[in-house]
Every structure is written in C-alpha cells, then in structure tokens.
C-alpha cells in the first residue's frame, strides 16, 4: 500500500513541485490550496502524512495542524514555512519543520521521511498515561514489591 500524503499550499507551483517530488518517491499525493480544502481531503481520504505551509489564507497552517491533531492524531505532519522563526506549538507540534525555499529537492523527500518515522516511533499520550498510572498502581499496590 501507498503511503497518502495531503500537500496544502497556497502556492500551485509549490504544491506541484511537492507533488512531483513525492509521487517519484512512491508517495500518492493529494493536493489542496486552502486550509479547508485540505481538512475535506482528509476527511474522505485515509492519510498517512500531510505536508502543509504556515501561511495560509483564511484558515492558517497552524490552525490545520491543531484541527488535525485533534480528529487524526494518527497522521504525521511537515510544517512548511518561509520563516522558521521560533514558536510554540505544545500538543500540535508538528514532526518536522521544513524551510522554504527548499535546499533541495531530497530535503522534502527526507522531511516526510523522517515525520512519518518520528510518527511511528513515538508513543501517544494516551499511551504513556497508562504507563504511568500503570506505575503509580503498583507503587501504591501492598505486596506488589514483595512479589517482583
């Protein structure tokens, strides 16, 4: 199976330049040039990643990644920006943050590459709460130390 990646930029050129870049990688790509056209692809396409530009009109990137986080938490996500100036995204970090313009074209095959390894890789919150709940119970369980 493909892996599907929703691309989301204002810019047709740069949403064809990924697309390109990414289909020879093996990718399927899907393409929307506005935050809301992007979020309808995702909601009647399974995706694996998204690649998709800070500035945006209307809805901006950032406001797509935190709308993502939230519904599918399962997809790995490439913040593109023309200005990687510090900020604060807490829960909706993206996995990778990507600059533009492009070093060069394998920078975008590598930044997808390492969010959907990051994405894999890391446990969900929810994975590690029970983890530690897990640990606080047996902390608190009597006899529990006794037997281990």
Do not use: Y
Not at 3 to 23: H, M, N, P, Q, S
Not at 43 to 72: I, Y
Not at 92 to 120: G, I, S, Y
């Amino acid at each position: 199976m493909k892996t599907r990646i929703v691309v989301i930029d204002d810019e047709a050129e740069v949403c064809a330049l990924i697309g390109k870049v990414l289909t020879r990688a093996g990718h399927e790509v899907l393409v929307a040039h506005t935050g809301e056209a992007g979020l309808e692809l995702l909601e009647t396409n399974e995706t694996h990643c998204l690649v998709v530009d800070k500035l945006l009109p209307q809805m901006g990137g950032l406001e797509v990644v935190a709308a993502v986080r939230r519904r599918w938490p399962s997809i790995a996500i490439v913040l593109v920006t023309a200005h990687p100036e510090p900020f604060n995204l807490d829960a909706e970090r993206p996995e990778v943050v990507l600059a533009k313009p492009f070093k060069n074209l394998a920078a975008v095959e590598d930044a997808v590459r390492e969010a959907l390894d990051a994405h894999t890789n890391a446990k969900s919150p929810l994975t590690n709460l029970k983890e530690r709940v897990a640990a606080v119970v047996a902390e608190m369980t009597p006899g529990r130390r006794k037997r281990e």
